[in-house]
């Protein structure tokens, strides 16, 4: 079965330190979604790539947060500084969209992220 | 108002009980829709589309109303193992967004 995989699964780090979370989607799927997931706020949407282009970040705080795609098997999620508010559990998914649609979306293990 | 809402529960049922969760979402040009389970501390998976038919996957149906806007998932003859959050997933067409949009979720905890 293809799945996307995530790195690292946890990690723990103190507050203003750099924290990468790193993606590989399942081959074959044209957008890559970043997700967090807090119990107070839910899944919510951070950036999307299509294609590996960026399409929509406005669910991320740009101050400190950043999204890349450097290749269609690596999709990264860095803050720099991190704070202790972005303790949550970063979910990659993938998946096919086109025009008018989008297809179901597969996740990654997620990283959880505690900042203290 | 949230875009897509769910009642939280949790829904505490017996084994063998029906149990019903429904969703509503705000935009009417929606297309596509989801149901996801999340066990605690795992990845959601997908549990199936919804069709505007309805469809069927064993114990699972699920509805879509698009007057109401709203979707539902029904379960049949609950088994201990269906406990867990359900995330209903909405496509918001029209906004520009080609992504899901998740609700927040509703436990159900099937006991014995």
């Known amino acids: 079965d293809a799945r996307v995989t995530q790195t690292p699964r946890h990690k723990v780090t103190e507050m203003g330190q750099e924290v990468t979370m790193r993606c590989q989607p399942i081959l074959g799927h044209n957008t890559v979604f970043w997700y967090r997931q807090t119990m107070m706020q839910g899944l919510e949407l951070l950036a999307y790539f299509r294609n590996r282009a960026p399409l929509d970040d406005s669910g991320m705080p740009k101050d400190r947060f950043s999204a890349e795609m450097p290749d269609a098997t690596l999709a990264t999620l860095k803050i720099q500084p991190s704070e202790p508010r972005d303790s949550a559990v970063y979910f990659c998914?993938?998946?096919?969209?086109?025009?008018?649609?989008?297809?179901?979306?597969?996740f990654g293990n997620g990283t959880r992220l505690t900042v203290t | 108002r949230k875009e897509v809402e769910q009642d939280p529960g949790p829904f505490n049922v017996p084994e063998g009980a029906t149990v019903a969760f429904n969703c509503t979402y705000s935009?009417?040009?929606?297309?596509?829709f989801f149901w996801y389970r999340q066990d605690c501390r795992k990845e959601p998976k997908l549990l199936m589309s919804v069709y505007s038919s309805g469809n069927e996957d064993g114990r699972f149906t699920a509805q879509l109303n698009r007057a109401s806007q709203y979707i539902s998932l029904l379960i049949r003859d609950s088994k201990l193992s269906d406990s867990a959050t359900y995330l209903c997933?909405?496509?918001?067409?029209?906004?520009?967004?080609?992504?899901?949009?998740f609700g927040s979720g509703t436990r159900l905890q099937v006991q014995p």
């Open positions: 935009n009417s040009a929606s297309q596509s």
């Open positions: 998914a993938s998946g096919l969209v086109t025009t008018g649609d989008v297809s179901p979306l597969h």
């Open positions: 997933a909405v496509n918001m067409a029209g906004t520009g967004r080609r992504a899901l949009t």
